[in-house]
């Protein structure tokens, strides 16, 4: 496990996620995201993206359990070329932190430092990754970018529509498949333009080798 610790006090985090019909991982994983052991302040905002299943009583029963969790709707009725970015877009605009963090509910913490990492590792850049490994839980690297410019291709390519792979463990720092991402709020709704693009042929194979060159240390 990384041992890092806030040196910035003035750095908050806000945890965005959107989930659609994720009851269970909910149940199993959103505890984890919200029992971190830190000295970062963090808020927690869930965006329930039209769920049929029992997403909204768990998410309504873990919100008188706890404080840090906010929860809105994205109504199904909405119509938009990319739903994914809309949610999020609905998320961030909630958020009242100065830094914003993307994350997926099925790739939750695995150290109790998750969130401490991440703010160390964003202090003084404009984004900042988080890597686990799921067979050893113990290590958890953090990776930043002075600027959005310099993250875009690792976005790109992990956060493309349709984009496979992005949840196997092979190879996933050098792939650069994190497991979560922050962002500076003033970053962060450029930052959302690079989700759900379509990415393909020779542009795919260009932003693969790049950022595989890019991490062959990290």
Do not use: W
Request: include cysteine; aromatic fraction near 8%; charged fraction near 25%.
């Amino acid at each position: 496990m990384t041992e890092q610790t806030t040196k910035n006090p003035d750095l908050q985090l806000s945890v965005v996620m959107v989930v659609h019909d994720d009851d269970i991982a909910l149940e199993q994983h959103l505890p984890l995201f919200l029992e971190q052991e830190c000295d970062t302040h963090y808020e927690v905002i869930v965006v329930d993206d039209s769920s049929s299943d029992d997403t909204p009583n768990i998410l309504k029963n873990m919100k008188e359990k706890h404080p840090l969790l906010h929860t809105t709707f994205f109504p199904k009725s909405v119509v938009n070329p990319s739903r994914i970015q809309l949610a999020l877009y609905v998320g961030i605009k909630a958020a009242k932190s100065n830094h914003i963090m993307i994350a997926d509910i099925n790739r939750p913490p695995t150290s109790p430092n998750y969130i401490d990492g991440l703010a160390e590792a964003l202090n003084g850049q404009e984004v900042a990754m988080v890597y686990t490994d799921r067979k050893r839980q113990e290590e958890t690297v953090f990776q930043s970018f002075y600027s959005l410019e310099d993250a875009a291709p690792i976005i790109r390519k992990v956060e493309r529509r349709s984009g496979k792979g992005h949840n196997s463990q092979r190879m996933k720092k050098k792939r650069g498949v994190y497991d979560a991402i922050a962002f500076r709020q003033e970053r962060v709704f450029e930052a959302i333009r690079f989700y759900d693009q379509s990415v393909k042929g020779i542009e795919l194979l260009r932003l693969r080798l790049q950022v595989f060159f890019r991490n062959m240390t990290l």
